[in-house]
């Protein structure tokens, strides 16, 4: 589907927003529906899981409501539930969404398709997680203070908006890259990606090439932004920053620190 056309979504007619793509047709599904076959073979150890349910209780309470933004194949989400937290979780894709019940866990997430912006059921919920630079599959910086803001109004006075993302690399150069993913006898995937400093995005695509003679192509792109820009963000929306750390073990962040967690209190 190409941006500006209508997709529907709960039977209802979305208008997608005309202004984000930066690769052409791409839209918020297109991450999803490219990913869903491979997501877990390719990304289950991606970040610490264990260490995201442990913060994650920690920051909730035993029992409590979790809200995860993008929650994909449930690789998180199964796993907190799992271990007693009650989770919702949103996602754009519903090849995605379908793969939550093989989780451990998966059984007991509540799963909703929509967008993690205009599509937020009401909760209150106690904690909200994004993980795994998912608050940069929103395109623009409006899409993103969006998001702070509906979620601001989803938690109770106290609750917290837990934030992963990588620390972008200021001296990274602007262009193209092309690297080998993998590479089999009668297969190779290649990495093909185009960052663009000035606009603080990447895009990417991995390129599937299989002797069979067929061809793959799962599409990707990020709008990143420093953790500052994120604070002031949270901040706009009424958070406090509480605690960064380097991940969600809880390694001391500092200026080296290539991932953040940041713990945001309403
Ligand atoms: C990198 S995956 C992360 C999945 C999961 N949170 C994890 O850590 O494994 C990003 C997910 O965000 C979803 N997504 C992208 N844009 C979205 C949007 N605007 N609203 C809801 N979900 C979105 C994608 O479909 C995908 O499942």
Known sequence: MRHGQTAHRHGRPIERVANLPTVRGYDSTSYGDGFADVYDEWYSDVTDVDATVSRMLTLTGAGGTVLELGVGTGRLAGPMAAAGLRVTGIDSSAAMLERIAAQPGGDSVVAIHGDMVRDLP?????????????????????????????????????GCFVVEAIVPDPTAPAGGDVSVRSIAADRVVLSVSDHRPHDQRTTGQFVELTEAGGVRLRPWAIRWAPPEELDAMATDAGFTLEERFADMAGNPYDEAADHHVSVYRI
């Open 122 to 158: 009401d909760g209150p919920f106690d904690s909200c997680l994004v993980a795994y630079n998912t608050l940069f599959n929103l395109l623009d910086q409006a899409e993103q203070r969006e998001c702070f803001r509906v979620v601001a109004a989803r938690l109770p006075p106290g």
